[in-house]
């Protein structure tokens, strides 16, 4: 399924944006046991800096970053703060393909291409059979503007014009029924912290300094175990 946030229309505006999620039933988030959590944020951030005469948009992967364990637990943490009886599972596949698979071409500009993961899970399924399967993800969106300026994923985000540099998230949570592999439910979030007083202007700097980019690696640990939980909660589970 292909979807976009939009500054207008169904959103809400508040310290970040959501899109209009109709929550799997509380009857199918209660009765499931199996839950499989499946994250492909991945070990990569986004350099962002929009500006006139030259400008910064580039992915630097920082490994052991340790962000798709930080997403997994803060989904099953609120899954089974609402469910006890529920059994979050890790999807223990390799991601690098997928999130590549994802997140580059036509369809990623547009959130889509997201079933094109579905042989490598159907494959994980077979020996790990679940009910549902949670999958958190990194989306690309407008995060500023105007004009408008787009972010896929985590990472640092400077304003042309302030000069302010934010950590940046734009992830989603999408829902999808165990055994059929269908969608029931999807949730989007565009948050962006100022946290100026941290960063350096230029974002390559904070990323080359290794004080400031533990410091970004900690911040966007951060903004995931908020985010997370909140999406989680929004489709129903």
């Known amino acids: 399924m292909m979807r976009f946030i939009t500054w207008a ?14 929550p799997v039933h509380n009857n199918v988030a209660l009765s ?33 970053s340790g962000f798709d364990e930080t997403a997994r637990k803060a989904a099953a943490d609120a899954i089974t703060q609402k469910n006890p009886a529920a059994n979050p599972i890790y999807v223990d596949i390799p991601t690098e393909e997928l999130i590549k698979r994802t997140s580059t071409g036509m369809l990623a500009a547009y959130n889509g291409g997201l079933s ?5 899970l159907q494959a994980w399924l077979r020996t790990h059979p679940v009910d549902l399967v949670v999958i958190i993800r990194g989306l690309n969106n407008v995060v500023d503007g105007p004009p408008e300026r787009y972010f896929r994923g985590v990472g640092l985000y400077t ?7 934010y950590i940046a998230a734009v992830i989603g949570v999408d829902v999808w029924d165990g055994k059929t592999l269908t969608e029931l439910s999807s949730a989007d979030v ?15 700097d904070n990323f080359s300094d290794p004080a400031r980019r533990a410091a970004m690696v900690s911040d966007i640990k951060r903004a995931l175990n908020s985010l997370v939980p909140r999406l989680v909660r929004e489709v129903g589970l």
């Open 9 to 22: 229309g169904c959103v809400t505006l508040l310290a970040f944006l959501t899109s209009c999620a109709t």
């Open 32 to 64: 499931a046991r199996n839950i499989g959590i499946l994250s492909l944020v991945g070990d990569q951030v986004r350099l962002s800096q929009p500006g006139f005469l030259s400008s910064v948009r580039e992915d630097q992967r920082i490994p052991d």
């Open 116 to 120: 094109d993961i579905k042989p490598e």
């Open 159 to 165: 304003n042309v014009f302030s000069g302010k540099t």
């Open 190 to 204: 565009v948050d962006k912290s100022d946290v100026t007083a941290s960063y350096l202007p230029s974002v390559k």
